[in-house]
């Protein structure tokens, strides 16, 4: 029986140590729990999963496999989820607990979002780790000095800035760019809505036709065989404005169908019935703005993209 004790004293040490997590094998097991999180809350995935290594010890620390908190997030005022109880810059803090990890990284993004202290964050660019690493800082997240350059050097070891650019559509999780045709070599075509009753007819013109409006932005719908060229005429406006309006950029080569939207006006900055719209297989940016009628250029701003971003199925976009 001693012996039997004395094996598993000599064996405990290593029986904990072939349980513990590389900070490669924290990266992959969270790292599309971080992307989703990005996406839904334009918190860089970068910045999380450096702070998940740092706060949990790549998964390691009694708070992250106890309470399942990678974060070291306290209860503060208004917690009324489980707890849990440590010393850390105080004896014996309140911890917040939670079911799983993922439970975690969620209430992480919501902790951010939700206090006034982190705002500024929410300023900078998404692709500025630096920015947030510094930001997060300064808000008080943590008391340690060094955590801004602790956070930067673990995105920078790991290369963690890779999963923002998957979660902005521009990269694959294989390092390579998303196999979608450039938005130029895509067929061009109005915004035909299967549901003509949601918009709000507003006028008709003097030859009978009904003018409706999208977003505040007015429009007709086409009739069969119509160019560009001839509603532009019809409605006096110039043709390169109406081109505009409508996105297009091949109207000569263009001729719309019955049914199809067409703008008289520019679109808008933001789309205040719609907060964001969630990218299907083969849309693109063109077909969003069209949609919404909100600017191209808006949406790739508010999404935290740059003017020649790619984008793909699945891919937030925020309309305001």
């Known amino acids: 029986m001693k012996k039997i004790t004395l094996i598993l004293i000599f064996l405990a040490p290593l029986l904990a140590q072939a349980q513990r997590i590389t900070p490669e094998e924290y990266i992959l097991t969270y790292k599309d729990i971080a992307i989703r999180e990005m996406k839904e809350h334009k918190i860089p995935a970068s910045i999380t999963l450096a702070q998940g290594l740092l706060e949990s010890g790549a998964g390691n620390s009694a708070l992250a496999r106890e309470a399942k908190n990678h974060f070291g997030i306290k209860c503060h005022k208004g917690w009324t989820g489980k707890t849990y109880y440590m010393d850390d810059d105080e004896e014996n803090e309140c ?24 705002a500024a964050l929410f300023e900078l660019e998404i692709t500025d780790y630096k920015g947030w690493a510094r930001g997060l800082k300064a808000a008080g997240y943590a008391t340690n000095p060094k955590y801004a350059q602790l956070l930067i050097d673990r995105i920078e070891l790991y290369d963690l800035t890779k999963y923002d650019q998957i979660a902005l559509g521009r990269m694959t999780d294989d390092g390579q760019l998303p196999d979608i045709a450039p938005e130029d070599e895509l067929l061009e075509l109005a915004y035909s809505p299967t549901n003509r009753a949601v918009f709000e007819l507003v006028d008709m013109t003097a030859d009978k036709r009904f003018i409706y409006e999208n977003n505040g932005v007015r429009f007709v719908f086409a009739k069969e065989g119509e160019t560009p060229e001839q509603l532009a005429k019809a409605f ?29 006006s520019k679109l808008r900055n933001s789309n205040w019935k719609a907060k964001k719209h969630i990218l299907a297989e083969g849309e693109t940016l063109r077909d969003v703005a069209l949609h919404f009628a909100v600017k191209p250029e808006s949406i790739l701003r508010k999404s935290g993209l740059k003017k020649d971003a790619r984008i793909s199925a699945g891919q937030v976009l925020w309309l305001r």
């Open 236 to 264: 006096g406006i110039k043709y390169k404005k109406f081109c505009d309006y409508n996105l297009l950029r091949r109207p000569d080569e263009m001729v719309f169908h019955s049914g199809d939207v067409v703008y008289l």
């Open 95 to 118: 911890f917040r607990k939670y079911k799983n990890a993922e439970e975690s990284f969620r209430d992480h993004s919501d902790f951010l979002c939700g206090r006034t202290r982190y």
